[in-house]
């Protein structure tokens, strides 16, 4: 069941430890989505703790917990979210075994532009 309501407008809660990338995510994204930021894995937790979104948006290296980590865990306890991983580093052991173990709607190299993030939030909240 989505955590929105019919009338309202979907969750996102973006997580990034690059304060001026989450800004530049959440100005992009405000007009079409609720949209919450956290900048680490261990801040979003505390948020997805207290309520839950339709899609998490997360980076993947930052200090603490890294986003894989954090989405795998997320995919557990919230399996009806969406989740994008945004990366600056191309690996490919590392995304194919991303997409299957965290159950990703997309997985998005940084730096993204905003109507490529758009387009990955609308075909992941399409499939809900």
């Known amino acids: 069941m989505p955590a929105s309501a019919p009338d309202s407008k979907p969750s996102v809660l973006l997580i990034d430890d690059e304060p001026n990338i989450l800004e530049l995510m959440r100005v992009g994204l405000e007009k079409d989505y609720e949209v919450e930021t956290a900048a680490s894995a261990e801040e979003a937790t505390l948020l997805t703790g207290t309520r839950q979104y339709d ?14 980590e954090f989405l795998m865990r997320s995919a557990e306890r919230h399996p009806g979210t969406r989740r994008i991983m945004l990366t600056g580093y191309i690996n490919p052991e590392l995304l194919s075994r991303a997409v299957p173990l965290a159950g990703l709607s997309a997985c998005i190299l940084k730096p993204a532009h905003p109507d490529e993030l758009k387009q990955a939030i609308q075909k992941a909240l399409a499939t809900k």
Do not use: A, E, S, Y
Request: glycine share 14%.
């Open 55 to 68: 899609l998490i948006v997360c980076d993947q290296v930052m200090p603490g917990q890294n986003g894989l």
